[in-house]
Nanobody, 123 residues
């Protein structure tokens, strides 16, 4: 699976951005991770292919929304009420074959990664 992430940019605190991940095909589970400077990469949100199951990290719950458009093979991450601590490079990822949806999945579950898109939130 090839992934192309887009939509990052500079936004003021309290603002919104929508990230897009165009995929050559959708794995059973798709996800967004992020990596802030000096920190490890962490999962932000994940979704199964049908869109019926989603997961959000506590730090983004009620602010971010993940969705999937199967017709376009695209996964979105709508980010509202952005905070400076959301500043990071955001990566979309596709789960390895035979991986089923679980809560708080790890990097090891994902075999395909996009190139990353930078989100900077100014205070």
């Amino acid at each position: 699976v090839q992934l192309q992430a887009s939509g990052g940019g500079l936004v003021q605190a309290g603002g919104s951005l929508r990230l897009s991940c165009a995929a050559s095909g959708l794995s059973y589970v798709m996800a967004w991770f992020r990596q802030a400077p000096g920190k490890e990469r962490e999962i932000v949100s994940s979704i199964n292919r049908s869109g019926s199951s989603t997961y959000y990290a506590d730090s983004v719950k009620d602010r971010f929304t993940i969705s999937v458009d199967r017709a376009k093979n695209t996964v979105y991450l709508q980010m509202n009420s952005l905070k400076p601590e959301d500043t990071a490079v955001y990566y979309c990822a596709a789960a390895r074959d035979h991986i089923v949806f679980m809560l708080a999945m790890s990097e090891r579950d994902f075999g395909s990664w996009g190139q990353g898109t930078l989100v900077t939130v100014s205070s």
